[in-house]
């Protein structure tokens, strides 16, 4: 089993900075990728993020593409979030994931194995 628990949620200003943080526990040796998902009120959770853990190569949803950057320590057991330039559309619950899965990494749902409680992001204009 792996535990994840994410950190960092708060309100912001938009036009801001903010940075969430994931640690990931357990059989983290099992893991294939990290990622993460949001879902705002009223939609469905989708795909923000992901980090593959062999060699580091990160993923962007178009949306967040050039604003958002995933960051790792050399463990590769915890992934940052930062998010600059954040829109009132970017307003949601972040929730890390992770899967020991390749396919389950590129595949486009949200059927991975492993997820945090989530941390609210509030961005005002």
């Known amino acids: 089993q792996v535990k994840l628990v994410e950190s960092g949620g708060r309100s912001v200003q938009a036009g801001g900075s903010l940075r969430l943080s994931c640690g990931a526990s357990g059989r983290t040796f099992s893991l294939f990728g990290m990622g993460w998902f949001r879902q705002a009120p009223g939609k469905e959770r989708e795909f923000v993020a992901r980090f593959r853990r062999s060699d580091g190569n990160t993923g962007y949803a178009n949306s967040v593409e050039g604003r958002f950057t995933i960051a790792s320590d050399h463990t590769r057991d915890t992934m940052d979030l930062q998010m600059d330039n954040l829109k009132a559309e970017d307003t949601a619950v972040y929730y890390c994931?992770?899967?020991?899965?390749?396919?389950?990494?590129?595949?486009?749902?949200?059927?991975?194995?492993?997820w945090g409680q989530g941390t609210q992001v509030t961005v005002s204009s």
């Open positions: 994931a992770a899967t020991s899965s390749e396919n389950t990494y590129y595949s486009p749902s949200n059927s991975w194995e492993y």
